[in-house]
């Protein structure tokens, strides 16, 4: 069992991929053809596993295309309802004129 330290992954590709931090592998968790893939790769580099992914199995890969899009959608549509800063929210902060 991979050892669970650091911070939460937030990139959806970890969907599809478990590191272990004690072997400094990232193991491919794609079902193919019944049974998990388990391919490993060296290292935990989210660009390096979506070229696998990318390459290794074209559903997963649309499949997390999917998540990017959805991940992406639900993260702007959190910042919307926010004020956005300006130096008139922060008359403080504005240099004055002379």
């Known amino acids: 069992m991979a050892a ?3 911070r939460k992954r937030q990139s959806p ?21 019944d049974q998990i893939c388990g391919q490993f790769l060296k290292g935990k580099n989210p660009t390096n596993l979506k ?3 990318k390459s290794s199995n074209k559903r997963a890969n649309l499949a997390y295309l999917e998540k990017v899009k959805e991940h992406a959608q639900s993260s702007s549509a959190g910042s919307e309802g926010k004020p ?8 403080e902060t504005t240099p004055e004129k002379h």
Do not use: A, R
């Open 4 to 6: 669970k330290l650091g």
């Open 13 to 33: 590709v970890w969907d599809y991929f478990e590191f272990d931090c004690i072997l400094d592998t990232s193991k491919y968790l794609v079902v193919e053809q």
């Open 51 to 53: 070229v696998h992914l």
């Open 84 to 91: 956005k800063q300006s130096s008139e929210m922060h008359p």
